[in-house]
């Protein structure tokens, strides 16, 4: 990862838009009364995580040139990251995504605008070349023109030397259907890329609950090298080829206030640490300590901590 030419530690290219999330806890959207805005979108959130970590992301994405989308590029600027390669759109507005408060897997409503408009020019050979990690989610894969772009620059990037990383985080209400979802979740795994998938992902996307192994066997098979499960309060385990498996236990918490974005909290300490040159076990360990920061917290991590010191 020790490259002078690579300025850019990680590219982010997806989703960026607002969440409301339920102000009740532990009730369904039907139930819920009224709802906290925050800024939103997996690939915003890991890229913002990484900022704050001390990292230089750089966020590709596209909102739409509205209240929402002024308010992502202001938040976006505050923490110290160039939002000029958030394109805003006329046509379309800023994707919202109402999410219920929970302990568990939040249920959530997406309206999508303007967050899959994100089209080639946005990522040049240049920011491709300098780039150590190139990641994006399965959400951002699930409509074009966003899914084409991703794919083609995934590829140029890859051919550079850059590493990818994707966040499966498949659900069926983004995609026309499952077997398109598949299609493009092989092409980019083809690529090998650092994999992070939970096993709600995984039961959403198989609609079965199949054993771990048969699920790491699933994503080796396609090309990939390393697959990383989170597994909620149980920990996670990764998979290597043809390594053993590892398995680590969750940071004990006494309150989890808040499981949106702990996903995205894990993987960006998992990044954070592979770019850092650490062995897979402190990867892990990482990761781990940052979404127990987020669950202890709603919305995004805070600001009035050192997250440095606390992982470290």
């Known amino acids: 990862m020790k490259n002078n030419n690579h300025t850019i530690d990680i590219l982010c290219v997806g989703e960026v838009l607002i969440d409301f999330i339920g102000h009740q806890n532990n009730v369904l959207i039907n139930h819920t009364r009224d709802y906290h805005r925050y800024l939103g979108g997996s690939p915003a959130n890991v890229a913002m995580n990484c900022k704050r970590l001390g990292l230089n992301p750089v966020m590709v994405a596209s909102v739409g040139n509205d209240g929402f989308g002024e308010y992502i590029y202001n938040r976006v600027d505050k923490i110290g990251i160039e939002p000029k390669n958030i394109k805003k759109s006329e046509q379309y507005s800023t994707s919202v995504i109402f999410v219920s408060k929970s302990n568990g897997t939040p249920d959530f409503i997406p309206y999508r605008n303007a967050d899959f408009q994100i089209t080639e020019d946005q990522i040049t050979l240049e920011m491709l070349s300098q780039s150590k990690i190139f990641h994006t989610t399965c959400f951002a894969l699930s409509k074009k023109p966003a899914q084409t772009t991703i794919l083609n620059k995934a590829l140029e990037a890859s051919k550079l030397g850059c590493k990818l990383s994707i966040d499966i985080n498949y659900a069926k209400e983004l ?125 995004r991590l805070p600001d009035n901590i050192n997250i440095l010191s606390k992982l470290l």
């Open 175 to 299: 995609w026309d259907c499952k077997e398109e979802a598949i299609t493009i979740i092989k092409k980019y795994c083809a690529l090998n890329p650092l994999i992070k998938i939970s096993e709600d992902d995984m039961l959403r996307l198989f609609e079965e609950k199949l054993p771990h192994q048969e699920i790491f066997d699933f994503f080796h098979s396609i090309g990939v090298d390393t697959v990383c499960l989170t597994l909620g309060n149980k920990g996670v385990k990764l998979s290597q080829k043809n390594k053993p498996i590892i398995q680590l236990p969750a940071v004990k918490i006494e309150n989890v206030v808040d499981t949106t974005g702990a996903g995205d909290a894990f993987w960006s300490g998992f990044l954070f640490a592979y770019i850092k040159e650490k062995n897979i076990n402190d990867c892990l360990q990482i990761a781990l300590k940052l979404a127990a920061l987020k669950l202890q917290n709603v919305g």
